[in-house]
């Protein structure tokens, strides 16, 4: 039986996960201090020689060539979306070839893998550590039928365990949408390409072997924008196709029209304003839903009028900040993953657009990431509590349906960091007494905005005194919650056995914030 | 106090998101289906408003089918009192 301890935000979590190892708890979100040695990234052992090329005759004898074991880890990227066939397509090689019990360590999952499901039911996958999980496997894991460890990072914080070994790739297995014969591979380029490869190319630079899996065998060099050099590249599988180019070319996401999200981005655009923060120098990020990316369009237009230049924009980039660093409203982009294909033309041609790794973009032990230099970030939600606190994982009947992403690195590093949500969706009250998972702790959270009010975290009198200058609808989360309940109807907790954990959370310094615990039938 | 039976069937609402969809059909007794993603956190409360707003009609007997898209607790007992009141129609004076 496993320990479980209360850690200090209220949450029970174990201390043992059997299978994985020892955690510590959560302790707040500055308190845990870096390890003193990280594990450093693995040399590629082989005899100097002269080579041309390193491209295999197939999958199976790369993987053969590779060293893979059972029990052994693997990693994929997600920066093909919901278009990528290379996960299923390796998978099933290994599935085929035989291999039992490897931990599946991906960035994340696109929601269109419910294979993944099934390869943990047959034994393939033995352990699960990744950034989201949905569909066909968030109902596996939650109804406890999975019976496999599963550990869900930020993106931040899988950078970190990937520095410090606690996720030691053996075998990374990443799509390559243009690689020449010696293994310099671009993401910007092909008939697959999806922009920045910031996830793999952490995977590239700690993995023991690195196989790039390709649908553009392309003269060497590549070209310019190597996102993952030759000499991290052990091995080369030509493909005839890495996906459906239609799911990983999606357009940019439009502004949206739904007038609730509109009045979200402007109340969120004007505590932006009283805050202080849009100045000369600002750095920024936000996500793609709805609202964030309104904010951005009243962002644009308030810039370009008030001549302001802001320092950098970070993170998942969306076609609408490669515009406005276009139009030199931005000095750099700062690019860990492009959300949509119109910024692969910025990437590719706009020498401002910088693709970084994801160690760069967010992990909070090395000498510097780029979320602790951010102004201000939006993020969305799928509820928060009364203490702030944000949950982006679990649904309203408990059950895993999220990503954790990059969400409680930007909120901590940003000195201004505001979630946006409707106050109620689908019927049930946005705000709770306790949400049923804890992504972000709400010391991280400085304001949450919705279309009834403006709700400032009680710590940060600071920003209160500025919004009640500024007029703008600031609310009480608790009167805000009691009303918009009048409405909706108080929802009933979720079903879950306490006893039984399918998941834990990590926060990103490698705490346990939270537990997924089972969702009864 | 009469005792009323629903004789005939009637339904109020839609299948949009947002909006709930109530079908009233003859039974024997009370009977309550609802159903839809908010299944588990609103069932107790829906079946409760629902013979709440059947015992403000008198109704003794009839089945409520209610398949809720996301509708906000006004929205469902409008719903549920439209459908009703169609379904007892030909009742009514």
Redesign the interface.
Known sequence: MTDFVINSIGRRVPLNVPGVGSFEPYAGAFQKAGPSRAAGAPVHPRSPQRTKSKVAESLEQAIKRSGLEDGMTISFHHHLRNGDAVIPMVLEALQAMGFRGLTFAPSSIPDAHDCVADYIMRGLIGRLYTSGVRGKLGTLVSSGEAGIPVVIRSHGGRARAIEEGQIAIDVAFLAAPACDAMGNVSGSSGPSACGSLGYAMTDAMFAKHVIAITDNLVDYPVGRNISIPQHKVDQIVAVPSLGNPKKIATGAARITRNPVDLKIAKDTFRLMKASGAIAPGFSFQMGVGGASLAVSAYLEEYMKGKGIVGSFGLGGISGHMSRMLEQGLFKSLFDVQSFDSAVTDSVRNNPNHVEIDSSWYANPFNAGCLAHSLDCVILAALDVDVNFNVNVLTG??GALRGASGGHCDAAAGAALSIVVLPS?????CSIKDSVSNVTTPGETVDAIVTERGILINPLRKDLIERAISAKLPIVDINELKDKVER?????????VDEGDVVAVVEYRDGTLIDSVCRVKK | MPEISISKTASAGSVESSDCLVTVTPADSIEIDYSGANKKIFEKRTEAMTRAILAEYSVTAGRVHIQDQGAIEITLRARIETAVERALEARLP
């Open positions: 309203n009947d109620f969706r689908g019927g049930v409405l909706t109807g108080k929802p009933e907790p979720p079903d």
